[in-house]
């Protein structure tokens, strides 16, 4: 029997750390949250608004016997570690164990794994500390605002436009996507012409330095022809201007830039960028020793400690020189919370990509790769220019032509591949000599619309805004496309029709609160709460007194949306059948619900293809197809027992947290913990 009790959140962290601590310590997992708000209470909140805001906690469904599991390694243990995630959320979970568990003070000790690695593991046990309570307490608020937002907005653009949700950020984030969009619908293209030189070895163009736009320099044919009539085929070099430039690396990834930048580089969503982060932090088998490779992967920080910069920058000097040693960046942000870890970076230096590359999956090895380069590159030198800009003169009209070339690669020694080439090497030029062209062309271009958001710019923009935090912006993102307010075009975000309605719908009623200004002071507050600045009851008071009056207003005010008639009339009625939208899509009912509560059954419904038995109810788990044609598995008893599954389940149970397993491309994974089965 083990004395010292050690949870995390993570099974596949637990086995990790388990093998650093030895036979005196026992690893188990919590999977994740044990407990959530509870749906009961005035509007289903979960929460006692007239009792200061009291959260009704109950037990996730299917964490029963994850916590009898933990109640029997606590009875039997001397001194519970509680590690869960170091951040907000993981704090709260340690306080929910603690509390479920009935954990006394004196027989618990709070520890933070920033990164997975022996000698950081032991050196957390060996320095331990307490529950922070303004860390749950902010954390507490966020989800009692998003409880109740979600619920109360949700409902309404149910009932009013058959809209699925709402929320306080992913509702501020499709009104971002609506708004860009209403500018490009709104935008007049201008027409401008430009006049390139061409000569042997260089290019230059027509440019005026009173005019700063290309737009506003050549607006139609007739200005360029005029310019063009002018010209000779001589032009002569009227200035040459040389200085030194540099490009400076770029600071270590927080959770925002290496979403943009795994975007930008990879390819990658932000989901599958914090999914694959998340097992690199946890752990990977090297063969020799099971052991994290980057350090926690939810931060705002790009502070590295001196436990990495110095081994980094002895390396940098051993194997490219001591030219190529830079600094560390500094943070021009304000200190919060989350500035208390580190940025994202390889526990160590000496695990290069190419080393470890046999024990990872192809996109694992990108990503470290990129998080180990970017590390590295910030810690080194920048790299150095030549820059040459060059004015040639034609009968009273000037042309520019520029060039740059890399004398020193510095931080591009190992960023190079992730950043552009801008060589352009151009000849040496005198002033005073001729230049003859050998052709001159005019071309016509028209002023381009705002670009739509893609996903790297919208979490940019989310970010600048100070709205929400970094490590949900995958989660909203993931809601406001499976939700259908907005579409994928060329990789870049497109408001649906259901996005403009929604969006104008709330700006009608909640246009103090659906906005960037107002959301993004919320974060500050909670914010203040968890540095103890801030009193979480009147953060709550301030805002239900606000908000609920709109709420009240808008369901007696909001126009409710006529369902769309298929034509057709109920067999059993008489009455219009009409189009419906619920939880897994559109289906054709009665007008006349609920008197009559007639659905026409699809062609596909009347062949059902039953999998397993209900874990949940006495039905069946049966194929079923989304409203897009998607293939998912649902129980038959639907709406009573809303069980659902996107992955085929099969009848058995994980041996880890007793929830149903899933099969997908022959790969058996649980549906609701981390458990795989090769």
Known sequence: MAKNLVIVESPSKSRTIEKYLGKDFKVVASIGHIRDLATSGKFGLGVDIENGFKPNYITIKGKSSVINSLKKDVKESDMVYLASDPDREGEAIAWHLKDVLGIKDNNYKRVL???????????????????????VKSQETRRILDRIIGFRLSKLLQAKIGAKSAGRVQSVAVKLIVDKEREIMAFVPEEYWT??????????????????????????????????NSLSDKYRVLDVQKKKGSRKSKAPFTTSTLQQEASNKLG????????????????????????????????DSIRLSEDFVGPAMKYISENYGKNYMGHTKSSKKKDNVQ????????????????????YLDNDSFKLYSLIYKRTLASLMADAALDQTTVILDNNGYTFKTTGSIIIFD??????????????????????????ITKDVEKKQHFTQPPARYTEATLIKKLEEDGIGRPSTYATIIDTIKSHDYVVLEDKKFKPTEMGFE????????????????????????????????ADKVEVLTDFWNLFEPRVEAAFKEMEKKAAEETGETCPECGSPLVIRKGKYGEFVAC??????????????????VEICN???????????????????????NYPKCKTAYWDKPIDKKCPECGEMLTEKNGKIKCSSCEYTED
Request: with cysteine.
């Open 113 to 135: 794994f920033n990164e997975i690695t022996h000698d950081k593991v032991i050196e957390a046990i060996n320095q331990p500390t307490v529950i922070d309570d303004n860390l």
């Open 195 to 228: 006049i390139t030189a061409h000569f042997d070895k260089f290019d230059a163009e027509y440019f005026d330095e009173k005019i700063k736009e290309k737009k506003d320099l050549l607006k139609t044919e007739a200005d360029a022809d005029k310019v063009l």
């Open 268 to 299: 990658f969503n932000a989901k599958k960028t914090m999914s694959l982060a998340q097992k690199l932090y946890e752990g990977v088998d090297l063969g020799n020793e099971t052991v994290g490779l980057i350090t926690y992967m939810r931060t």
């Open 339 to 358: 500035d208390a870890h580190e940025a994202i970076r390889p526990t160590s230096v000496l695990r290069e990509p190419t080393k470890v590359k046999q």
């Open 410 to 435: 510095g931080y591009l020694k190992v960023y190079g591949d992730y950043e552009a080439n801008d060589d352009k090497v151009i000849p040496d030029f005198v002033v005073g000599e001729d230049k």
């Open 502 to 533: 929604t969006t104008d719908k709330l700006q009608d009623f909640f246009k103090d609160i659906i906005n960037t200004e107002y959301t993004s002071n919320m974060e500050n507050e909670l914010d203040e709460i968890a540095e103890g600045d």
């Open 591 to 608: 007008s006349n619900f609920p008197t009559c509560k007639y659905i026409k059954k699809d062609k596909a419904d009347e062949e059902v």
């Open 614 to 636: 209900c874990p949940n109810c006495n039905g069946k788990i049966v194929e079923k197809k989304s409203r897009k044609g998607k293939l998912f598995y649902g129980c038959n």
